[in-house]
């Protein structure tokens, strides 16, 4: 499929510390937040940092409502697409600003996706904060939601 690049929608305050569930097992994100606070301390200015070659990170078309039991079953047909990359712009320990370069994969998800971008409906791309930390990223459409 193809690389699309979307600005994360933050909603509220998003700190460093919230990102340590899903990017603790990537041995750069603890020299990343290393490096962030001594840029900090040193300098005293917001910075941009970036976090490639990411694998095994997958995302959803649409909030889910039961995260335990999704975590639990997904398989890669529940996906939509995979984060190859994150860059962050931080200050201090706020989180700015984040954008994610993102594969849609060629499940039916993944093709809901592409089909959505091909007729220009902009798609939000958002994150999910569970007890303090991100558990995982979605899209999600700017349209509001209708009961069924």
Same mark, same amino acid.
């Given at each position: 499929?193809?690389?699309?690049?979307?600005?994360?929608?933050?909603?509220?305050?998003?700190?460093?510390?919230?990102?340590?569930?899903?990017?603790?097992?990537?041995?750069?994100?603890?020299?990343?937040?290393?490096?962030?606070?001594?840029?900090?301390?040193?300098?005293?200015?917001?910075?941009?940092?970036?976090?490639?070659?990411?694998?095994?990170?997958?995302?959803?078309?649409?909030?889910?409502?039961?995260?335990?039991?999704?975590?639990?079953?997904?398989?890669?047909?529940?996906?939509?697409?995979?984060?190859?990359? !994150?860059?962050?712009?931080?200050?201090? /320990?706020? #989180?700015?600003?984040?954008? $994610?370069?993102? @594969?849609?994969?060629? &499940? *039916?998800?993944?093709?809901?996706?592409?089909?959505?971008?091909?007729?220009?409906?902009?798609?939000? !791309?958002?994150?999910?904060?569970?007890? /303090?930390? #991100?558990?995982?990223?979605? $899209?999600?459409? @700017?349209?509001?939601? &209708? *009961?069924?």
């Amino acid at each position: 499929m193809r690389l699309f690049d979307y600005k994360v929608s933050f909603d509220g305050d998003v700190k460093l510390h919230h990102y340590d569930r899903i990017l603790n097992r990537f041995k750069q994100w603890t020299q990343f937040k290393r490096d962030i606070k001594l840029t900090y301390l040193l300098e005293s200015k917001r910075i941009q940092y970036n976090v490639e070659e990411i694998s095994s990170m997958y995302g959803y078309m649409g909030l889910r409502d039961d995260y335990t039991k999704l975590a639990r079953i997904s398989t890669m047909s529940s996906f939509c697409f995979d984060v190859k990359s !994150m860059s962050f712009i931080v200050n201090g /320990d706020i #989180v700015e600003s984040l954008s $994610l370069k993102v @594969n849609i994969i060629p &499940t *039916a998800f993944g093709i809901e996706v592409m089909a959505l971008e091909e007729s220009n409906i902009k798609l939000l !791309m958002k994150q999910c904060i569970i007890e /303090d930390g #991100v558990s995982y990223f979605y $899209l999600d459409t @700017n349209y509001p939601k &209708t *009961a069924a």
